[in-house]
Nanobody, 124 residues
Framework: QVRLVESGGGLVQTGGSLRLSCAAS????????MGWFRQAPGKEREFVAA????????SYADSVKGRFTIARDNAKNTVYLQMNSLKPEDTAVYYC?????????????????WGQGTQVTVSS
């Protein structure tokens, strides 16, 4: 069983940046696609970004394209989400998860081993 722990969230002003990390333990995630999702109060969990097991393929939600970058370091068993030009609408709890199918779609049910989440708050 893999355990994922997110960190790096916090309070930032509009236009600021944060770098989230997702550290895996228990077993390696180097053979799995990894994803970041977020959930704002009263809203459903939504896809943010995903990266293939090799790191060569990435995908992003339209709302974060050009501002967020997902990356991974398989040697460190860690996935990152660099978030730039943050907006108040980016405020949410951010979760990382491991793909449970070979080619996960951008939906929560294709991912598992969810971390506990890290809060990101962007003030206007």
């Amino acid at each position: 069983q893999v355990r994922l722990v997110e960190s790096g969230g916090g309070l930032v002003q509009t236009g600021g940046s944060l770098r989230l990390s997702c550290a895996a333990s228990g077993r390696t995630v180097s053979g799995y696609a990894m994803g970041w999702f977020r959930q704002a109060p009263g809203k459903e969990r939504e896809f943010v970004a995903a990266i293939s097991w090799s790191g060569r393929s990435t995908s992003y939600a339209d709302s974060v394209k050009g501002r967020f970058t997902i990356a991974r370091d398989n040697a460190k068993n860690t996935v990152y989400l660099q978030m730039n030009s943050l907006k108040p609408e980016d405020t949410a709890v951010y979760y990382c998860a491991a793909g449970v199918v070979p080619y996960p779609r951008e939906v929560p049910r294709d991912f598992g081993s969810w971390g506990q989440g890290t809060q990101v708050t962007v003030s206007s």
